[in-house]
């Protein structure tokens, strides 16, 4: 398995080439673009990885997996689903367009604008008590409690996230958001939360296991963590969705820093890492490779 | 089995009071809005059904999963998703906006445009014997040689069409269709084909099994079958898909005409009528019971 | 007068190379793209021209001033403005989307939805009666008896106006207009009705004079000849009216063959024509040729 | 003339029951909707007034046009005009969504967002040295040095101001304004500039005598004012503005406290004043009053 991870990996690190890094946001756009990496952990209690991950990046639009969860888990389905859809978008991520057709109602949570909403759902009297539940749930799921933000990353999105900005206030013009500024900072730094690659197998495999973690420890409610999963099918790639559930068939959700969360319900958490972006916002060579993996391995839900 | 069916349709029923008929088929009006029934086909050769399904109703956009079949079969996936997109969407199924923003390709085969596009490809030198391809199909899929068009139907969409016959002039000014008369006449013909409850619920059981039917023929090539059960998925049931893979999980299609065709990998085909829609054009009653179907038997592929 | 033309036509002419000939009508693209010429026509009785001018071209969107006339005059006000608004758009002319918006009512009677629900309220038992009553106007306006159909150009436009088609039927959905096929017959001919740039400079003349011709004859009355007038200022140019507004200020329209109508209340009227268009379908010599004459003789009405 | 105008409030006052008043700013919502009134300062010199005005009332959208004269006296054209368009457009003033379509540059200065960028490029050290320099014009224009702001307005649109916060950070995000909350500042004060009727009117004035004021100075370029005169007809009443010209034909800028600033070219200016307000934002009775007027007075440019 691990020598057949690495063939994979060898035979789509060449794809990277087609896409170009995140520029967005500065911190970004300093990596070794044709870097690729996997980890896989299995049902079964095995361990592989393969290629070169970096030992941490950020989780940016990853975190909208586990902020949904945490809010579902404070306020419940009906609450949370009064506020943001449940509906996949042709559009980008950051579309502002849809919110003016039918005001204020995000489509789903996994756009921007959907997650900033989930996030102001988030309890805790302040900031820092609303982030420090963030990352006790993504230590949990990945079963490592050394996972923090990386500040460098977080005071650069602050510093320029003005789409997201401008978001959040037509978001308040529609009192979908209470307090603007605070979920602005929470959004953040979610998205700053620093992972590896194991990490990120590991809440997959959490995922997979319908939210129960190594130590048996129910993490996850079971009906979320198959509610997170169908998000994760129908709007996890951004605007690619349909396409990579037509092609690998596999819960996952990418981040524009170029790491992909997935999960195989009963046999495996994935996480895989790929700086060099496509048109949509996905890792090329992530998204290759998983297509790949699941071709060969049958992973395909459907 | 036959009793909880029954209990089922019983609950639901009085569900289809908050829809109403389909009007812009002056045919498609003139139903008794009450009616709901429920026709189940297992893998185990098992056959049930309850409620009071009409001996035959239209396909309308049920027949886009057959057409779509059918165009991937005589043309190759390269060549259908060059004119077509696998992507979901948030607008109405007839919506032409889209389209002019990114000139000519549809999002997807599920909405109008896009199975306008696929029914242009399906090979065949006249509309006749294109039309008889596709009707052999759809019988050897649900294994009933007596399936054939509903010519009232057909003949008051083809006078009221409005909306498609701008679509597909729309769609011919970027060169997406080729002889757009044709492929109009050929589309309302494939939306009046006539088919039963039963007639679903053999059509899923096909899918089910990835395309092998009960005579042990393989009348879909495997992979097709679990392609077309994803598009059903993301795009199966208009702009109200992602919230039925939330609730429902369960690969399905619905028609205007209140029909839905649904297919539980490896383990069932499910066909539903309930006439009275909701805004969005999914069957009100039908979507209620296979939501309560899926909790009940725990039929989520997520 | 003469000579000052022949300079401003000398300055201008290089920059239609900027421009390119309009390529989705076969016709219209077989032209010399540095052909630039202007006729002039004063309330004095005065009459210049300078520049090379064809014997004649096609009229194309000019004819919606004529025909907003025609539909005003047989149908007063109420009746046209129930149809067709008054608004300017900054959608570009053929634009289908804000029909989708708000469904059916087209902003203006300049852009080609528009134009077309007005094509459709002009008198006449059959399509070759209401084209001689157009034809008839433009004779009238020009003074000019022999102005009739380019054939070429006619059938041309038939065979390939997909779009119009397309937005016709949508219009026909939503119950703007009776009968298609035959409104875009007529559409097609009266774009395709051909003239000369003398032709264009009496006709703004008689617009000048507020529907007066030489022959002291009230061939528009007055009223509608101001009310046209605003449409071409606010309107006139497609999206680029704006600023024609601004660095102009005459009422003027315009067609892809290169042609502009314009017309200075009280002093003038003016034919231009140069088939180089600008992206937005405008003349580019021709806007140019405009903005110069009007900015050294004084020609802004604001 | 001060008895017809009387007799014309008298006659479109009651209309005024057909609007409501402005809610989204508090301060605007306690009025009495059935207030009209109007003042008329002639090139002739003469005077007059009728129904009821309130001595001061809020400029709102109305300083988009002072704004925009000390931009382009600032900057020049070309400076302006490359970070604002000239476009009229058939959206309404708060929309974002043309901004999206082609990133940044906002169709014309009348609506909010090329209004935010207008007021980024006054020149001024500080946000009230800005202030300042309007007040300064408005000031002049009037001749009324005691013109000033209405803080409670101020407040109250500085703390509800979501969508324009929004739509700023947007703009933000493609390089359009440097400076986001200073500009807001400055806009939300411009907004809280308060005027009479009679400041209105003799506004109004100066820009129909083509910049000069009472005392014989030019007080703005003559070139400044016929532009702005005609971004007043092509977008001035908002997405009413191509009826307005119609059925007006008077250059006009209305505001959502119910004022219209209006000016006949060497004839006259108008204040109007009315509560009340249609749904796209116009004074119901003010542009009642001023199509009456046009046509009673003959005042139509065209």
Do not use: H, W
């Not at 393969?50 to 950020?58: L, Q």
């Not at 996949?88 to 900033?116: C, H, R, V």
């Not at 197998?201 to 198959?226: F, S, T």
């Amino acid at each position: 398995m691990k020598d057949f991870l690495e063939e994979l990996v060898k035979q789509y690190r060449p794809s990277a080439g087609e896409g170009k890094l995140a520029d967005y946001i500065p911190e970004l756009s300093a990596q070794d673009p044709t870097t690729l990496g996997i980890s896989v952990r299995t049902c079964d209690g095995e361990i592989y990885s393969a290629g070169n991950c970096p030992e941490r990046f950020t989780m940016q639009s990853i975190s909208k997996v586990i902020t949904l969860i945490l809010a579902l888990m404070d306020q419940g389905e009906k609450a949370v689903f009064e506020r943001v859809g449940m509906e996949p978008t042709g559009d980008p991520f950051n579309s502002i367009y849809k919110l003016e057709q039918a005001p204020g109602k995000p489509l789903n949570p996994m756009i921007n604008a959907g997650a900033l909403v989930v996030s102001s759902l988030i309890k805790g009297s302040t900031v820092e008590e609303r982030l420090g539940r963030i990352l006790s749930l993504v230590q949990r799921m990945a079963e490592n409690p050394n996972i923090g933000l990386d500040y460098a990353v977080y005071y650069s999105e602050r510093a320029t996230g003005f789409r997201n900005r401008s978001m959040a206030y037509f978001l308040k013009e529609f009192g979908m958001i209470e307090d603007v500024e605070a979920t602005l900072e929470l959004y953040f730094q979610q998205c700053s939360i620093a992972i590896s690659c194991d990490d990120l197998a590991q809440m997959g495999l959490c995922l997979a296991r319908l939210g129960e973690n190594d130590a048996g420890e129910q993490v996850i409610p079971r009906e979320l963590a198959r509610l997170v999963k169908t998000f994760m099918v129908t709007c996890g790639m951004y605007n690619a969705s349909g396409e990579f559930a037509i092609l690998a068939g596999i819960p996952a959700k990418s981040g524009v820093s170029g790491g992909i969360l997935a999960s195989v319900p009963e046999r495996m958490g994935i996480g895989v890492f790929g700086p060099a972006l496509d048109e949509k916002g996905n890792s090329v060579g992530g998204v290759r490779l998983l297509k790949g993996l699941s071709r060969e391995l049958n992973l395909s839900i459907f």
